[in-house]
C-alpha cells in the first residue's frame, strides 16, 4: 500500500466549477499536510498546508483535514484554466524526519 | 528575496560521467532537501542536509550518490559514473525551521 494516494486524474471541470481535490495516507503519525502545484516542466509551488482537523481556508483554495479517516482534500473554488496543472499531495510522518512523502498527483483541468 | 536556485537548469551527460548539481537555499534558511522525480513518477525524498551536516539521507541510493553543504556555498549533489536510469528531474527545496519547504526550479539531468 502506498503511503499517500491520490487519483491520476485527469480530473476534468469547467470553467467557475468548484474542483475537489482528494489525498489519502496510511500512517497515522502524519502531523503535517501540505498541498502544492505543478506546472507541466515547472517545479512545486506550495499553495497551502494544514496540520489541525478541520477547514483551512485562504483565497480560492480551501483545505480540509480528517485525521480519523486519513484524508486530506482541496477544493479549489471559481477554477480557472490557469489552475490547469498537477497537485501534489504531501505528509510529514511524525518521528521519519522532515522528509516530504508525496502522492502521484492529480492532474486537473480546467476547460473554458 | 530571491527564491532557491539551482543550476545548472539542464545538464546533458553521457554515461559514465559525472553530474554535480548545485542549490543555494532561500536567504535566511538553513534546512536542505534533494528530491528527485523520474519520469512520470512522484517526487521521491533523497537527502536532508543543514550546514555541515547530513541529517537523513535515507532516500539516497547506496551507490554513486553523494551529497555536501558545506560551511561556505551551495548545497551540492554529485552523482558519479551516471547511468540512463539517473534521467530525472531533481528537486531542491529549502526551509527556515523544520516545516514548510520551498521548492528550487529543479535540474533536468539528462544521460545520453
Known sequence: QKEVEQNSGPLSVPEG???????????????????YRQYSGKSPELIMFIYSN??????????????????????????????SATYLCAVKIDNAGNMLTFGGGTRLMVKP | NA???????????????????RCSPMKGHSHVYWYRQLPEE???????????????????????????????????LRIQQVVR???A???????????TQYFGPGTRLLVL
Open chain 2, 42 to 76: 512522484g517526487l521521491k525524498f533523497m537527502v536532508y542536509l543543514q550546514k555541515e551536516n547530513i541529517i537523513d539521507e535515507s532516500g539516497m541510493p547506496k551507490e554513486r550518490f553523494s551529497a555536501e553543504f558545506p560551511k561556505e556555498g551551495p548545497s551540492i
Open chain 2, 3 to 21: 527564491g532557491v536556485m539551482q543550476n545548472p537548469r539542464h545538464l546533458v551527460r553521457r554515461r559514465g560521467q559525472e553530474a554535480r548539481l
Open chain 1, 54 to 83: 478541520g477547514d483551512k481556508e485562504d483565497g480560492r483554495f480551501t483545505a480540509q483535514l480528517n485525521k480519523a479517516s486519513q484524508y486530506v482534500s482541496l477544493l479549489i473554488r471559481d477554477s480557472q484554466p490557469s489552475d
Open chain 2, 89 to 99: 528531474a531533481y528537486f531542491c527545496a529549502s526551509s527556515p525551521t523544520t516545516e
Open chain 1, 17 to 35: 466549477a468548484i474542483a475537489s481535490l482528494n489525498c489519502t495516507y496510511s500512517d497515522r503519525g502524519s502531523q503535517s499536510f501540505f498541498w
Open chain 2, 85 to 87: 536510469g539517473d534521467s
